[in-house]
């Protein structure tokens, strides 16, 4: 009898020992490949981070965090709806603006570059998605997000002159809901070289705070007529503050917290990149140009990064897997 129990109980547990070992080689297998390379170069710009955040953490203000996790009817100041905090601290936070349609484009970017190899990552990556009138799309979108727990929800309806709002709400949920030093905003039509943001980010010559990092735009001037036309109501000076495209730039935490306390005091501007400008002219923030954010590059060389690529603009879903191997296994 006794014999017999101890027989199942051993039984039981060598099953359950063999399972575990088979899962995990299994997983193991998998992930041998996203692991090497990528992985090394991360983790060895992170313990570079981590080494700098521990010295600074103190300095950080993160007020607003407590308040908003604990009072269960928050007040946003924008159209945002998501409450769901961040998991951890993030040395880096991506925030994606996607339309709600764009699921393959989502899906793509979380097999390639915002893959999070490791158990506690000191990044991650989430997408800013309004509303649609589609019903099917809407569902579609509440079942991606319970499965993923990776988008960032507004109540207005998607619109292309509605991108500032995006912004903003993806703002609010960052400095509220999140513990982070850097936030890297791109489109979800852009390639993202994770190591090396994070290794500009940790270098010495990049400053902790204060930082607007892109491809500088400056001496734009409004466009007056035309498809694009921007009326004198809209905006009355001749030129546009510097800013950098939306298609990818980076903040610290400490701008984009000056930057919601400024939104209820700036006029809202349709164009969600010169906005970001006005924002930073507001609070006398400067645009650092980095060459890493390409925006144009020569036909043959579309999906190939060059030594400088940080985030690349128009990358089609077959590119950001090029480009995502490239990266990874480079010859
Ligand atoms: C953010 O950091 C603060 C202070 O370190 C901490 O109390 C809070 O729990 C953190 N929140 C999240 C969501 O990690
Ligand atoms: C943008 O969102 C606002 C707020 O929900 C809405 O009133 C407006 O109609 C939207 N704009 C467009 C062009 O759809
Ligand atoms: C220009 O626009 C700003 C902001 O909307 C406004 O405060 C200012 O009065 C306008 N100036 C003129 C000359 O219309
Ligand atoms: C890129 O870097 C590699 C290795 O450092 C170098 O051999 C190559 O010439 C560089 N290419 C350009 C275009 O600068």
Partial sequence: MVGKRTKKISLALFLGVATCISLHLGYLWRNRFFLSALGEEVDRQLQRIELRRLTTTAKTSRGSLTTASISPHV?????????????????????????????????????????????????????????TRDEVVSDSLLKE???HKDLVRASYYEHYWNQTRKVQMGFEWAVTYCNFSFLLKVDDDVFVHIPRVLSFLSSPNTPEKKLYAGNHYANNT???????????????????PDFCPGFGYILSQDVVSAFVDTFSSLPFFRLDDVYVGMLADKNGITVTNNKGFEVWHPRNLVCVPTNYTLVRHDVGEECQMKMFKTVMFPS
Avoid at 82 to 95: E, F, G, H, K, S
Avoid at 102 to 110: G, M, Q, S
């Fill in 222 to 240: 409004p466009f007056r007529g035309g498809k694009w036309k921007v009326t004198y109501e809209e905006y009355n000076l001749t030129k546009y």
């Fill in 145 to 147: 997000d319970e499965a």
């Fill in 75 to 131: 007040k946003h100041r924008t159209f945002l709806i998501t409450t769901r905090p961040c998991m951890q601290n993030y040395d880096l936070l991506v925030i994606t603006s996607s339309a709600p349609s764009n699921l393959k484009r989502r899906n793509t970017i979380r097999k390639t570059w915002a893959f999070e190899r490791a158990f506690q990552p000191r990044w991650t990556t989430v997408f800013l998605v309004a509303q």
